[in-house]
């Protein structure tokens, strides 16, 4: 197991389409976040789960965001009807037990809507 | 709002210089502090991390200064090398919470 790992690398879709990104977690770890990170800013907390339970949402992640974990291993975002502000780096981050092992973040989607 | 107030955005030093980055927080449920290290067309890495029981921690070249009276915190790093030059990163998180709120980001170069 390399790490946490993250389909497409790149997405380049035109607005209102819909788009869904891919990510696989650390085998052994049970807990997936993702974030959203814009150029030149931190990452942004989007969602959390705890195996396959959602346990924490941003008020980022409007009505068009959905995220599920099937069965507690890979995740999907989905993003419907994209907009220009959607463009941006979408990162997936897995840990194990206590956030204070940290995380570790996939190298990302980056998504750009024309 | 942002949670976590990151300076400088940029610094530029020179091999075996120590860069210091610094971290101000408003919110006092913070009770963890992780910095992370990104470079282009990677996701971020955990480099340390600290409670707030504790004013400093080391690993490595890199040490966390922590002062919970200013609600301050900084990273240092010794003897830089051109291969620390990446954007590196504090956060926070509060008890409870598994979301870490992240601060704008410092972009270091360092030069040889």
């Known amino acids: 197991d390399t790490g946490v790992s993250q389909d497409p690398r790149h997405k380049i879709t035109k607005r209102g389409q819909n788009v869904t990104f891919r990510c696989d977690p650390i085998s052994e770890h049970n807990r997936l976040y993702w974030y959203r990170q814009t150029l030149g800013q931190g990452p942004e907390f989007l969602t959390y789960f705890q195996n396959e339970a959602q346990l924490e949402k941003s008020r980022l992640l409007s009505d068009r965001f959905s995220a599920e974990r099937p069965k507690g291993s890979f995740s999907t975002l989905e993003i419907q009807r994209t907009e220009q502000g959607d463009s941006a780096m979408y990162l997936c981050?897995?840990?194990?037990?206590?956030?204070?092992?940290?995380?570790?973040f996939g190298s990302g989607t980056r998504l750009t809507v024309v | 709002q942002q949670q976590v107030k990151q300076s400088p955005q940029s610094l530029i030093v020179q091999k075996g210089g120590i860069p210091i980055i610094n971290c101000a927080y408003e919110n006092t449920a913070f009770d963890y502090f992780p910095w992370y290290q990104q470079f282009p067309g990677k996701g971020p890495a955990l480099l340390i991390a600290?409670?707030?029981?504790?004013s400093e921690k080391k690993e490595g070249r890199f040490t966390i200064s922590f002062n919970k009276s200013a609600k301050q915190f900084s990273l240092h790093i010794m003897d830089s090398q051109p291969g620390d030059s990446a954007t590196y990163f504090c956060a926070a998180s509060q008890g409870g919470s598994e979301k870490l709120v992240f601060g704008k980001g410092t972009k270091l170069t360092v030069n040889p």
């Open positions: 600290i409670r707030p029981d504790v």
């Open positions: 981050a897995s840990s194990l037990v206590a956030l204070f092992l940290g995380y570790t």
